[in-house]
């Protein structure tokens, strides 16, 4: 191959990389705006008759309770499956809440001074997984959770099949790393693994702040195929065949 092709070869294989960078980090923000920082749309309480301790200041989703004016749960109307989560928290000190994938499985909320480490401490699967390491700020600081989260699979008859797995990012940070979840946690909503349920927040332990809530749905059939397209070398090979070789100058 001639210099001037080697170059030319050269430019427009970095291009491409820095397109496909690009694309991929435009990716991680996109996604649904669960909260729309003006009012409760597309919210409901869990509990209908419950008091309504959750309101909107500032752009900021609060939820306000005391021991004598006990809060409630709220979920969003929309329901979801595999799934990038962002959203962002501010706990009190002494503060407990919690982010309910599906309405199943609890990521916990709450102040965790301290290195020590827990099944209940913030970021915690509660009572399922602790994390590797305790990332947290100090009680009324923003901190943040990326998540990804893949739901149960079922059979035909609704066992489960495989086990949900999660990975959680606090604060920028990998603090589980694809884990399986061995069932709902306490606290869940009652329903079956492995269908799409909604994304609740835990609101009846005490106040607690939330804000950027962004979702953003993963599809199921692109690992099937990728299956699909492992499975079938012969094609690859057919592939091959019909490429010639460049002639060096």
């Not at 399922?128 to 901190?143: F, H, L, M, R, T």
């Not at 009846?204 to 990728?226: A, E």
Request: glycine share 12%.
């Amino acid at each position: 191959m001639g210099m001037k092709k080697f170059y030319l070869l050269t430019a427009v294989v970095l291009a491409l990389c820095f397109v496909a960078s690009v694309s991929l980090a435009g990716e991680k923000v996109k996604g649904a705006k669960l909260f729309n920082g003006k009012d409760l749309t597309g919210w409901k309480l869990r509990n209908p008759d419950g008091r309504q301790s959750w309101s909107v200041v500032d752009g900021v989703l609060v939820n306000e309770t005391s021991h004598d004016k006990p809060g409630t749960d709220i979920c969003t109307v929309k329901k979801f499956g595999d799934c990038k989560l962002h959203i962002e928290f501010n706990v009190p000190k002494g503060g407990n809440s919690g982010v309910y994938l599906q309405g199943l499985y609890e990521v916990q909320v709450a102040d965790s001074p301290g290195p020590r480490l827990g099944p209940g401490m913030c970021g915690a699967i509660y009572g399922k997984i602790v994390p590797s390491v305790n990332v947290c700020k100090p009680a009324g600081e923003w901190q943040s959770f990326d998540i990804m989260f893949r739901q149960a699979r079922v059979n035909e008859s609704g066992d489960v099949v495989e086990k949900a797995r999660i990975t959680v990012m606090q604060n920028g940070k990998k603090i589980i790393d694809n884990k399986e979840i061995d069932g709902k946690t306490g606290g869940a909503l009652p329903g079956k693994e492995g269908q799409p349920g909604p994304l609740m927040l835990q609101g009846n332990h005490s106040s607690i702040q939330y804000r950027n809530i962004m979702l953003r749905p993963i599809s199921r059939s692109i690992p099937d195929k990728i299956k699909k397209a492992k499975a079938k070398p012969a094609r690859k090979k057919a592939v091959l065949k019909t490429l010639k070789p460049v002639k060096s100058k």
